[in-house]
């Protein structure tokens, strides 16, 4: 069963995507508020896709230490998931995104019409500088700066690579920075379609106020989210042991590297 739902939300997910973008169009003649709006409609149809079809729900911790305004918001990155739930969280979210994905059909045009921030990852340091000077007049509006301390998803487990990129943007910009640890990488793992049923958590950390050195606040950050981080994944797999779903995941994986 875990396969056969597994396969039935990803084309639910897909074909969910698909509609949303086609439906969004006319929005683009409309205020930016309106995407955003859309792209938080569109998470929370995904959230509760996954739950109905896969058994997949969240339990959010930590909401009230979420400062009103605008702020820089340091993430956990272990999955999709993420790209799209944590949108609901703020009242007017921009994502740091990579480059690549505003040159999509539809989905580009969106992300630039929303304010999403690209950046070209391969284009140092010039490439962060502006980066941080268009989150800075997004913060002039009072918007919240999402961005992925690592840059790309990481296992549950595997080692922390932090980037220069989140010390400058914090040093850059003077405001706080809000961690979130999470282990969604247990339920939507990197590079597998399987999604078995279970809780995701995601825990909303103290703010880090403003004013630290960059080695000092990069410091901080890795040793605020990655204890949590790891918190949160010990209780999934002790989760997902109990129920009996690692052995079963084990299995299937087995039956599919014999295929293959």
Not at 4 to 12: E, G, I, Q, T
Not at 109 to 137: F, H, N, Q, S
Not at 151 to 179: H, M, Q, S
Not at 216 to 240: D, M, N, S, Y
């Amino acid at each position: 069963m875990i396969v056969v739902r597994s396969v039935l939300f990803n084309v639910a997910f897909y074909v969910t995507l698909a509609l949303y973008l086609i439906a969004a169009l006319p929005l683009l003649v409309l205020p930016r508020r309106a995407i955003v709006g859309m792209a938080k409609l569109w998470g929370r149809t995904s959230v509760w896709l996954l739950r109905v079809i896969c058994g997949v729900g969240v339990e959010w911790r930590g909401l009230d230490r979420i400062p009103p305004g605008g702020l820089l918001v340091a993430s956990k990155h272990q999955s999709m998931w993420e790209t799209f739930a944590l949108l609901s969280l703020f009242d007017n979210p921009s994502f740091i995104l990579k480059r690549e994905l505003t040159w999509l059909p539809l989905f580009g045009w969106y992300t630039r019409k929303a304010g999403m921030i690209p950046v070209d990852r391969t284009a140092g340091r010039g490439a962060l500088l502006g980066m941080a000077r268009a989150a800075r007049v997004l913060l002039d509006h009072g918007r919240q700066i999402i961005i992925f301390p690592e840059g790309t998803r990481r296992a549950p487990g595997a080692a922390p690579d932090y980037k220069p990129g989140i010390a400058l943007l914090y040093g850059e910009l003077g405001v706080p920075c809000l961690p979130i640890a999470l282990n969604t990488g247990l339920y939507w793992p990197r590079r597998r379609f399987l999604r078995p049923p279970g809780k995701i958590l995601v825990e909303v950390l103290d703010p880090i106020p403003p004013g630290l050195a960059r080695r000092a606040f990069l410091k901080r950050l890795q040793e605020t989210i990655e204890p949590a981080t790891e918190r949160l994944v010990a209780e999934g797999e002790a989760a997902l042991a109990a129920a009996g779903y690692e052995r079963r995941l084990a299995q299937v994986d087995g039956v599919s590297a014999g295929r293959s």
